[in-house]
């Protein structure tokens, strides 16, 4: 049975919020020494996994507005989450981590701006490899095997992410130039 668009209490949105809970034992569980954790990777691992399955509740049950707001949302907590406190714990540098930051309040903000307008603006398909390669990142540099001795998994998935970050919110960019152009040539 589809769900009312308008709903708040939905399975999908409930896994979501789980995910937002649960992102501060993480961030706590990531340790200060650079050796990894095989708690932290595997409850990261579980938190990625579950997007996919919040994911497939919505699009089995149907998708709603608070959904379609929560789920980047908890996105963006658990990757900058996670990324955050690896600088602050000396793995990550600072300057990709911010340029990922910058981009993603950014589109944030777009989203929120034009979607009280009544524009959807879903996620691309760059920017859903742009995520799964940020949450890599993570993996690589939390998993014991690979935080020192194959760092450069890591490494370059976080600089790959950087460019991903910044393509595709050149791509949001655009589209929403053209949409605005649009606007005003068709006098609305």
Request: contains cysteine; proline residues 5%.
């Amino acid at each position: 049975m589809p769900v009312d668009p308008n709903a708040i209490a939905t399975w999908a949105n409930m896994v979501t919020v789980g995910r937002i809970l649960i992102s501060p034992i993480l961030f706590a569980l990531i340790p200060s020494d650079s050796y990894g954790s095989w708690v932290a990777f595997v409850m990261w691992f579980f938190l990625c996994v579950s997007d996919g399955f919040d994911g497939y509740l919505a699009r089995r049950h149907g998708t709603t507005k608070s959904g379609a707001f929560l789920d980047p949302l908890a996105d963006k907590v658990l990757v900058l989450g996670a990324m955050f406190t690896l600088v602050s714990r000396g793995l990550f540098p600072l300057l990709p981590v911010v340029i990922i930051a910058v981009r993603e309040v950014a589109i944030s903000v777009y989203r929120v701006l034009v979607g009280s307008r009544g524009i959807s603006v879903p996620a691309s398909q760059l920017a859903k490899v742009k995520t799964l390669s940020q949450q890599l990142a993570v993996g690589f540099a939390l998993a014991p095997a690979t935080v020192t001795d194959a760092d450069w998994t890591w490494k370059v998935l976080l600089w790959f992410s950087v460019g991903l970050a910044l393509v595709s919110g050149g791509q949001y960019a655009v589209r929403a130039l053209r949409h605005r152009q649009f606007q005003r040539a068709s006098g609305a």
